[in-house]
């Protein structure tokens, strides 16, 4: 399985950017992909997650509202919309995959993913 992320940038507060994630390498619908993000000195964080197959959604506090998870299934990507973007969103960002099961509350837990892409850093300047 291969993921490629791409999409960030500098983008000024209150601004937009669209991140994507491409994937590869086996078919997906019975995956749940991730978004997670890491600030400077501090830990991973999940952001949002969607279930390839029903397109189930789940977001973060922080990013609820402002944030929205797709996918095309038929493009094998993944999509992360941020509007009204803070600079407390900083960070590189990172989409991850794996298989569905277990609690729903394991697809927020950055331990349970097995496949990552490379991060893609979103600057917000205020």
């Known amino acids: 399985v291969q993921l490629q992320a791409s999409g960030g940038g500098l983008v000024q507060a209150g601004g937009s950017l669209r991140l994507s994630c491409a994937a590869s390498g086996r078919t997906f619908n019975s995956y749940v992909v991730g978004w997670f993000r890491q600030a400077p000195g501090k830990e991973r964080e999940f952001v949002a997650f969607?279930?390839?197959?029903?397109?189930?959604?789940y977001y973060a506090d922080s990013v609820k509202g402002r944030f929205t998870i797709s996918r095309d299934n038929a493009k094998n990507t993944m999509y992360l919309q941020m509007n009204s973007l803070k600079p407390e969103d900083t960070a590189v960002y990172s989409c991850?995959?794996?298989?569905?099961?277990?609690?729903?509350?394991?697809?927020?837990?950055?331990?349970?993913?097995?496949?990552w892409g490379q991060g893609t850093q979103v600057t917000v300047s205020s």
């Open positions: 991850a995959t794996r298989q569905l099961g277990g609690s729903v509350s394991s697809y927020y837990r950055k331990e349970s993913y097995l496949y």
């Open positions: 969607i279930t390839w197959g029903g397109g189930s959604t």
